[in-house]
């Protein structure tokens, strides 16, 4: 059983900064892709971003490429958002996942196991 926590949301004003963190306990996932995705009221759950295991590759939806970036401490079990030039279209709440070993994309439903979610509100 994986257990993911995050924590670092906020309220933050336009064009601000924040850093998201994820922490995972249970099993170690050193070898598994680690993806943040996101949810605003009235809509579906969407992509961020992703690393592979060894974070030599990332990928990003989009909507935040150049202003996000995710990374990982594999020794710490932890992996990181950071958001910066921040929109209030970016008010979502932030979920962290495990990608299921062996599957490929990054749509949620390759993602086997989910955290708890954090909000993240950018006021105009």
């Known amino acids: 059983q994986v257990q993911l926590v995050e924590s670092g949301g906020g309220l933050v004003q336009a064009g601000g900064s924040l850093r998201l963190s994820c922490a995972a306990s249970?099993?170690?996932?050193?070898?598994?892709?680690m993806g943040w995705f996101r949810q605003a009221p009235g809509k579906e759950r969407e992509f961020v971003a992703a690393?592979?295991?060894?974070?030599?590759?990332?990928y990003y939806a989009d909507s935040v490429k150049g202003r996000f970036t995710i990374s990982r401490d594999n020794a710490n079990n932890t992996v990181y958002l950071q958001m910066t030039s921040m929109k209030p279209e970016d008010t979502a709440v932030y979920y962290c996942?495990?990608?299921?070993?062996?599957?490929?994309?990054?749509?949620?439903?390759?993602?086997?196991?989910w955290g708890q979610g954090t909000q993240v509100t950018v006021s105009s």
């Open positions: 690393i592979r295991w060894s974070g030599d590759s990332t």
């Open positions: 996942a495990l990608r299921r070993y062996g599957s490929t994309g990054y749509s949620p439903g390759v993602f086997g196991y």
């Open positions: 249970g099993r170690t996932f050193t070898y598994y892709t």
